[in-house]
C-alpha cells in the first residue's frame, strides 16, 4: 500500500512562488510514476505534471508549462512541485497522485494512490 501526504501550499501574491511536496511511504518513489493534479471550486480535476518512475522524464501542462517544475528526490522518497510566477487561476487544491511502474500520462484514473490534497491560493 502507498501512502502519499502534500504540504507546502499556501497563501501567496500573484506573481511569486511555492513550493509542494509529496512524501510517499510503502514503496519507493525510484518505481512510482507521480503525478500532480488540481481542483478548483465548480472545476473538474485537471492534470498539472508528472514524473516517470524509470527514466525521469517530465511532462506539463500547458497552462503550467515555463512556470512550474517537477522533481524527485528518491533518497527522502518524495516529489516536489516547484511552481512560479503564481498567477490566480492556479488557486486550487493540489493532489499527488502514484502509479506502480506506470506510463508518464496526465490521466488520472491510471493513478493508483492519492493524497489527501493540499490548498494552494493565489492573491491578485
Known amino acids: 500500500q502507498v501512502q502519499l501526504v502534500e504540504s507546502g501550499g499556501g497563501l501567496v501574491q500573484a506573481g511569486g512562488s511555492l513550493r509542494l511536496s509529496c512524501v510517499a511511504s510503502?514503496?519507493?518513489?525510484?518505481?512510482?510514476?507521480m503525478g500532480w493534479f488540481r481542483q478548483a471550486p465548480g472545476k473538474e480535476r485537471e492534470f498539472v505534471s508528472g514524473?516517470?518512475?524509470?527514466?525521469?522524464?517530465?511532462y506539463y501542462a500547458d497552462s503550467v508549462k515555463g512556470r512550474f517544475t517537477i522533481s524527485r528526490d528518491n533518497a527522502k522518497n518524495t516529489v516536489y512541485l516547484q511552481m512560479t510566477s503564481l498567477k490566480p487561476e492556479d488557486t486550487a487544491v493540489y493532489y499527488c497522485?502514484?502509479?506502480?511502474?506506470?506510463?508518464?500520462?496526465?490521466?488520472?484514473?491510471?493513478?493508483?494512490?492519492w493524497g489527501q490534497g493540499t490548498q494552494v491560493t493565489v492573491s491578485s
Open positions: 497522485a502514484a502509479a506502480r511502474w506506470g506510463s508518464l500520462n496526465s490521466i488520472s484514473s491510471r493513478y493508483e494512490y
Open positions: 510503502g514503496f519507493p518513489v525510484s518505481s512510482l510514476t
Open positions: 514524473i516517470s518512475w524509470n527514466d525521469g522524464r517530465t
